[in-house]
């Protein structure tokens, strides 16, 4: 399955945020399943489904969407020549292009805060009170991206956070009741997890660190 059929098939499916958990769930256990290492192809099309969701989130993250939706395909692209993460990694050190723009260990790196950004607002949405997701939202991005990015960048982000659905409206969106949602964003924090500690994992054992 390509990037592109996946994020069809999730716009297309009654209950998106359950494919979302059901599929970083199947990640996870794959992590463990091959001792600790993941497959470029089946991380990209894991992540692949989160791009709906960026989507469903306002103006706020649309440039999160077209940017990690970007750089996922380039992922999915990197799987024909790489098997696992770490060789992804291992060839861009050899020819020192780790931090270059557009390399695939930098796109990687994006990638997994983008995971790592959705993780974190749903830890903010389940500990808030109230119809609001702005602050949640705006927690998750000042946690996650913001250092990450430029001045213009954060600018239009803020503002943008004025645009970001009501818990309500969420719920509609991706046809799910209070319990349902909490449950469902419960497990894709679990799954998503030691995904997102693997991935840091790689990128610090080979001293690179992850908050560039």
Not at 151 to 160: N, P, S, Y
Not at 176 to 184: K, M, V
Not at 192 to 204: A, E, G, K, R
Request: proline share 2%; net charge neutral.
């Amino acid at each position: 399955m390509t990037v592109d059929e996946g994020q069809v098939v999730l716009c297309e499916v009654e209950k998106p945020l359950r494919v979302i958990a059901e599929g970083f769930e199947k990640l996870s256990a794959m992590l463990i399943a091959e001792n600790n290492d993941l497959g470029v192809a089946r991380f990209a099309e894991a992540a692949s489904l989160l791009s709906i969701l960026f989507g469903s989130l306002g103006i706020a993250f649309r440039f999160a969407e077209v940017d990690y939706a970007a750089k996922v395909r380039d992922l999915m692209e990197a799987s024909k020549s790489f098997d696992k993460l770490p060789s992804l990694l291992d060839h861009d050190i050899k020819r020192n292009s780790v931090r270059r723009q557009g390399c695939r260990s930098r796109n990687l790196l994006r990638v997994k805060q983008g995971m790592e950004l959705v993780k974190v607002l749903f830890e903010e949405i389940i500990s808030a009170e109230g119809n609001s997701l702005k602050e949640s939202a705006s927690t998750a991005y000042a946690r996650v991206l913001a250092s990450s990015q430029g001045w213009a960048m954060r600018k239009a982000v803020a503002a943008g956070m004025y645009s970001i659905p009501t818990r309500a409206q969420l719920l509609k969106v991706l046809n799910e009741d209070e319990e349902s949602f909490r449950a469902q964003m419960q497990r894709y924090i679990a799954a998503s997890t030691p995904v997102i500690q693997y991935v840091d994992h790689l990128f610090l054992a080979r001293n690179l660190g992850i908050n560039w």
